[in-house]
């Protein structure tokens, strides 16, 4: 039988072994790139989580136990209404940025919410620390309470035929 070892042994003159280690070379360099950048990017978007969790799921909780006892729209209502009224990624993420450090009646998308729950207070948020949360909450799933599906299609009817600023 003959191994690639082999075959490139016995086939190997100065220049073709010379070939094989440069292209080999190459092989783990981009490869490592690679690497070097998903890391980036993992470390990136936990950083977005963990200021998500801090900052803002106090209010905004994914785990609440009822409709009843929330004082604020879980945070994925919220992706969802501004998904709805903003296609790409920077309308989204400046949306959001906008409000959460000046939230004001006038620009309120979710009235239903501000009705029930009264406006987001003015809270001193860094606008770097926003602009890792709004890019992570428009990239990422977020979690959901358990009722919020069903009370998603019970209120708001399904995602197209939802009317607007409904979430109460
Ligand atoms: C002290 C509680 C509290 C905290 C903390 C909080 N929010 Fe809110 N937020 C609310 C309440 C209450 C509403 C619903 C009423 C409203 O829309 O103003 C709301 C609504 C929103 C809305 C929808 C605004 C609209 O158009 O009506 C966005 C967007 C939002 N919050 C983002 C955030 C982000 C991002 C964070 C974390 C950086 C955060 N909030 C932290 C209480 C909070």
């Not at 006038?106 to 729950?117: I, T």
């Amino acid at each position: 039988m003959v191994t690639l070892g082999s075959y490139i042994l016995r086939n190997s003159t100065p220049m073709k072994n010379f070939i094989y280690l440069f292209f080999s070379l190459l092989l783990l360099l981009s490869c490592q790139e690679k690497d070097n950048q998903s890391h980036v990017l993992t470390s990136q978007s936990s950083e977005g989580y963990e200021l998500l969790k801090n900052q803002c799921y106090a209010c905004h909780s994914p785990v609440s136990s009822s409709h009843d006892v929330i004082i604020a729209p879980p945070m994925a209502a919220v992706k969802m209404r501004y998904s709805r009224r903003f296609d790409s990624k920077d309308e989204f993420v400046d949306a959001i940025i906008s409000w959460t450090m000046n939230p004001e009646k006038e620009k309120a998308l979710m009235r239903g919410a501000v009705d029930k729950f009264e406006l987001m207070p003015k809270q001193a948020f860094k606008e770097e620390d926003m602009l890792k949360i709004a890019s992570y909450i428009y990239e990422n799933k977020l979690e959901e309470p358990s009722w919020f599906a069903a009370h998603q299609k019970e209120m708001h009817g399904n995602a197209n035929g939802m009317r607007q600023g409904m979430i109460k």
